[in-house]
């Protein structure tokens, strides 16, 4: 099963996401940051990252972008947001 990666701010999320995935045999490591999330990408393989959108020290679009300048798996953006130009930000 998958290596998944979720950042989140919210401990509550984080916990949430992972109560859901664990039983379907997915491995969750789980991060409240940033800075802890492109640590993690740099020392342990990751096969998706679910990424929160609103974060409080670096936002999850210039997290998106760190990420893919280094590594090489899908990012699922989480948000609340339901602007158009939020949405089509998220697509690219």
């Not at 990666?5 to 995935?21: A, F, G, H, N, T």
Request: net charge negative.
């Amino acid at each position: 099963m998958g290596r998944i990666l979720i950042i989140d701010d919210e401990q509550r999320m984080l916990q949430l996401m992972k109560l859901y995935l664990t039983p379907h045999g997915h491995t969750c490591h789980l991060v409240d940051s940033a800075e802890k999330a492109l640590e993690l990408v740099r020392t342990v393989p990751i096969d998706l990252a679910l990424l929160d959108v609103m974060m409080p020290e670096m936002d999850g679009w210039i997290l998106c972008q760190k990420i893919q300048q280094s590594a090489d798996f899908p990012i699922i953006m989480l948000t609340a947001r339901n602007q158009k130009d939020d949405i089509l930000r998220g697509m690219k």
